[in-house]
């Protein structure tokens, strides 16, 4: 049977049956499920995000089987926002990413924003480009800086987004619109720009709206929490 090894973190895990666990890893080589049978060991203990691990995983079906689990370095302590900002990470990749897809670019991005993220940096852009990254890799992006026809955006004229095409220009503000100028804003990543952030963020979820279902996201709740 078929082994692999894979340098990889856990995005999330639930129990399965009475001594086991089914875990979700992401690696280089995309995300995989695999049964992790706790009673073994303290393998069940090693299984925590945000730590880096090398997986053994046997299987050639979607389910794998974890022989092997061990820690590689310590990996980045998240708390508060960062952490509820990781775990949104996590759980957006659990949703979208297609098993047994290659995203090497994706996991060093996903590396990087968990680094960023524990050293304090701002949350709002770094979770934007996470979720564009995201977009990108799986083919849903659009163009920021043209319309669905090509067109050049203009600083004061309105757009929707139409999912599956890109943006559309409107003539009247209205809801789930947005302003040219900030469009332009996102493209060069300007997030000093007044209303970018906040523009972004509602494009954001628009664009992965369409993409996660009616299922909301548990996480996004994380952040209404006092």
């Known amino acids: ?35 992790l049978r706790t009673a073994r060991g303290k393998a069940g203990s090693v299984a925590r995000p945000f730590a880096p691990l090398e997986a053994e995983l046997r299987g050639r079906g979607e389910l794998k089987t974890v022989v092997r689990l061990e820690p590689t370095g310590t990996g980045v302590w998240l708390t508060g ?6 775990l949104y990470m996590n759980e957006l990749l659990v949703r979208l990413l297609p098993g047994q897809a290659s995203h090497p670019a994706l996991f060093e991005h996903y590396l990087l924003t968990l680094r960023a993220l524990a050293e304090g940096r701002a949350l709002e852009p770094l979770l934007r480009s996470f979720e564009w990254r995201l977009l990108d890799e799986l ?9 669905a026809h090509g067109q050049a955006i203009q600083p004061k004229a309105y ?68």
Not at 139 to 147: I, Q, R, T, V
């Open 81 to 86: 926002q960062a952490l509820f900002s990781g």
């Open 1 to 35: 049977m078929e082994t692999t090894t894979h340098q990889a973190y856990v995005l999330h895990s639930r129990p399965y049956r009475e001594t086991s666990a089914l875990v979700d890893f992401f690696s280089a080589e995309g995300l995989v499920r695999a049964v």
């Open 139 to 147: 083919g849903y992006a659009f163009a920021l800086a043209e319309d």
């Open 159 to 226: 757009y929707q987004l139409l999912p599956d095409a890109g943006l559309e220009r409107v003539e009247h503000l209205q809801p789930g619109i947005f302003l040219g100028a900030d469009l332009l804003a996102m493209a060069e990543a300007d997030w000093a720009a007044p209303n970018a952030l906040l523009a972004a963020k509602r494009l954001m979820r628009q664009a992965l709206a369409a993409h996660l279902g009616g299922r909301p996201l548990v996480s996004r709740e994380l952040f209404r929490k006092p």
